[in-house]
């Protein structure tokens, strides 16, 4: 069984920044690409950030440097570190990871059950 859990939501005026992470626990071989995506209501989930197992990054040009992503593969935790943060990034934000749990399997994405972030003055 593995688990995603996003932390570091919240309330934040604009201008402002937050940090989210993404821990996952379990049964864990190897964790491939590592995802944050955002979501509002009505709308098509959209990826937000992207690190690869090497730490290569791509980004949703609408983030493009304000946000960056990191992860500690010791720790199989991901970060999102946002700046300069407006009120268009108010979303509810969840993690995706590509998660191989035994060498010699097919990895699956995991996703994480998301968090709130607000934008707002």
């Known amino acids: 069984q593995v688990h995603l859990v996003e932390s570091g939501g919240g309330l934040v005026q604009p201008g402002g920044s937050l940090r989210l992470s993404c821990s996952a626990s379990g049964t864990i071989s190897n964790i491939y690409t590592m995802g944050w995506y955002r979501q509002a209501p009505g709308k098509q989930r959209e990826l937000v950030a992207a690190?690869?197992?090497?730490?290569?990054?791509n980004y949703a040009n609408s983030v493009k440097g304000r946000f960056t992503i990191s992860r500690d593969n010791a720790k199989n935790t991901m970060y999102l570190q946002m700046n300069s943060l407006k009120p268009e990034d108010t979303d509810v934000y969840y993690c995706n990871a590509e998660i191989q749990i035994a060498p010699r399997t097919v990895p699956y994405d995991y996703w994480g059950q998301g968090t709130q972030v607000t934008v707002s003055s």
């Open positions: 690190i690869t197992m090497g730490g290569s990054t």
